[in-house]
C-alpha cells in the first residue's frame, strides 16, 4: 500500500469508526427509555431527538469550514492562523450556543407546535429538551475541536472522544434512571454529562498534544477583520448547503408520509442503507478535507491530484462493496430492521433502488470533502441549489404516475447530480 493511501486510512477508518458511534447516543436513549414503561416516554425521546439532530445539523459548517481552513493553514505552516482558527471556531460555537440557550423557550414552543405530539408526549419533551439544551455549548463547541482535529490530520482524538461519549452516556443514564429513578430527566442529564464529558476531554487532549503551538503570538491579530470575513463566509456556504440538505431529506419523508403510513415506514427503513454508507463515505470526505486541505494550502497541485485521485479510488471501491453487500444481504438486514409482514415484503419492491444509492452518492461525498478542505464552498453550495432544483422539479413531474418509485427516482437524481456538478466546477478549486 503506498503512502497517500496509508495517509487516507489513517484519517479514514477513524472517522468511520467516530461516525458509526454517533447515532448510539440516540439509540441508548431509546433503550433506557423503552424499559422505564410507558410509550408516551418513547416518543418524547423520538420528538426531542430529531429537534437536536436538526438543530446540531444546521451548525455542522463549524465543523467542516474548521476543517477545511485548518487543513490549508498546517499545509502553509502557518502555526499562527492554526491556533487563530481554533479559537475563532470556538469562540463562534459557545456565541452561538449562548443565543440557542437565551431563544430555547421559543425554539421549543415553536417546534412542538410544529410536531404538535399528544400532551403527555409534549410535557416529557419539554422536560428533555430544557434539560438537554445546557449540553448545547459542550456539543457545538466539539463540532468545532473536531474539525480543528481533523485539519490537523488527527481522527484519532476525535474518536476516543466518541467512544468515551458513549461509554459515558451508558453509565450516567442507567444510574440516574435506574438508580435514583429520574425517568425521563435522568435520560436528558445522562445525555447532557455524556456531552459536556466530550467537551471536557477534548480540551484535555488539545492542551496534552498541541501544548506547543500556544507559543505562537496568535493574540495580536485574532480578530483581524479580513480573516474573520473569510471564516464567515466559508461557513455561510456550509450553512446554506446544510439547509438545502435539510430541506431535501425532511420533504423526502414528507411525500412518503403522504402515501401512507405503510410507505413512510418502508422509506424510513430503506434509508438506513444510504445512512449505513454514509457513515463510511464520510470517513473517506474527512481524509479528503485534512490531505486536500493541506495540499491546496501549500500550493502543491501534484500532491492534490494525487490526493483526489487516490479518494476516488477508495470510492469506486466502497461503491462496489456496499453495492454487493446490498444485492447480497439487503432482504436480510430488511428483516433484521422489522419483523412486519407487510413492510418488508412492500419494501421489496423498492429495494432494488437502494442498489443504486452507493453509485450515485460516491462522487458527492468525496468532492464534498474535497471543496470543504480546499474551501470552495461555493461551489459546493452551486451544486447543492442546483441538485435541489433538480430534486423538486422531478417530484411534481414524477411522483404523480409513479407514486414511491418517482420519489426515489428523484432522490437518486438529486444525489448524482451534485457529484456531477462538482465534477464540472473541479478546476474552480485551483483557481480559487
Not at 474518536?159 to 425521563?184: E, P, R, T, W
Request: net charge positive.
Amino acid at each position: 500500500m503506498n503512502l497517500r493511501n496509508q495517509q487516507i486510512l489513517h484519517i479514514a477508518l477513524p472517522s468511520i469508526v467516530s461516525n458509526i458511534t454517533v447515532p448510539l447516543l440516540g439509540l441508548i436513549d431509546v433503550a433506557i427509555t423503552g424499559h422505564i414503561g410507558d410509550a408516551a416516554y418513547i416518543g418524547a425521546i423520538a420528538v426531542g431527538g430529531m429537534l437536536f439532530n436538526i438543530i446540531y445539523w444546521m451548525f455542522a459548517f463549524l465543523r467542516m469550514g474548521t476543517s477545511g481552513m485548518t487543513a490549508q493553514a498546517r499545509g502553509r505552516r502557518d502555526f499562527d492562523e492554526v491556533v487563530k482558527l481554533l479559537v475563532r471556531s470556538v469562540g463562534l460555537a459557545l456565541g452561538i450556543s449562548l443565543v440557542l440557550l437565551v431563544l430555547s423557550p421559543i425554539i421549543q414552543d415553536v417546534a412542538l407546535n410544529i410536531i404538535a405530539p399528544g400532551a403527555e408526549v409534549e410535557h416529557l419533551a419539554s422536560l428533555y429538551f430544557n434539560i438537554c439544551i445546557w449540553g448545547a455549548p459542550a456539543s457545538l463547541g466539539l463540532f468545532a475541536l473536531n474539525g480543528w482535529f481533523i485539519g490537523m490530520q488527527n481522527s484519532k482524538t476525535p474518536m476516543a472522544i466518541a467512544i468515551s461519549q458513549n461509554i459515558l452516556n451508558i453509565v450516567a443514564s442507567l444510574f440516574l434512571v435506574f438508580g435514583l429513578g429520574m425517568k425521563i430527566e435522568g435520560i436528558a442529564l445522562g445525555t447532557a454529562i455524556a456531552q459536556w464529558g466530550g467537551f471536557g476531554a477534548a480540551v484535555v487532549l488539545l492542551l496534552k498534544y498541541y501544548a506547543r503551538l500556544w507559543k505562537h503570538g496568535w493574540p495580536q491579530s485574532i480578530w483581524n477583520v479580513a480573516a474573520i470575513l473569510q471564516f464567515f463566509n466559508v461557513n455561510k456556504d456550509i450553512f446554506l448547503r446544510t439547509l438545502c440538505l435539510i430541506f431535501v431529506h425532511f420533504f423526502f419523508i414528507a411525500a412518503g408520509a403522504k402515501q401512507g403510513d405503510t410507505e413512510l415506514a418502508v422509506n424510513t427503513l430503506l434509508m438506513q442503507f444510504f445512512t449505513l454508507y454514509s457513515y463510511f463515505m464520510d470517513g473517506f470526505a474527512f481524509a479528503g478535507e485534512a490531505l486536500a486541505g493541506k495540499a491546496v494550502g501549500a500550493q502543491n497541485l501534484r500532491i492534490y491530484h494525487s490526493v483526489v485521485k487516490h479518494l476516488f479510488g477508495w470510492g469506486v471501491a466502497m461503491a462496489g462493496i456496499f453495492t454487493f453487500l446490498y444485492f447480497a444481504a439487503g432482504p436480510w438486514f430488511l428483516r433484521l430492521l422489522t419483523d412486519d409482514a407487510s413492510v418488508v415484503q412492500t419494501a421489496a419492491t423498492y429495494q432494488p433502488w437502494t442498489l443504486l444509492l452507493p453509485l450515485c452518492g460516491m462522487a458527492a461525498f468525496i468532492w464534498d470533502g474535497i471543496y470543504i478542505g480546499a474551501t470552495a464552498t461555493h461551489y459546493m453550495l452551486l451544486s447543492m441549489v442546483v441538485s435541489m432544483a433538480l430534486f423538486f422539479g422531478l417530484c411534481q413531474l414524477l411522483i404523480p404516475p409513479l407514486a414511491n418509485h418517482g420519489l426515489w427516482i428523484a432522490f437518486l437524481c438529486y444525489l448524482a447530480m451534485r457529484g456531477a456538478v462538482q465534477t464540472l466546477t473541479r478546476k474552480q478549486i485551483i483557481k480559487k
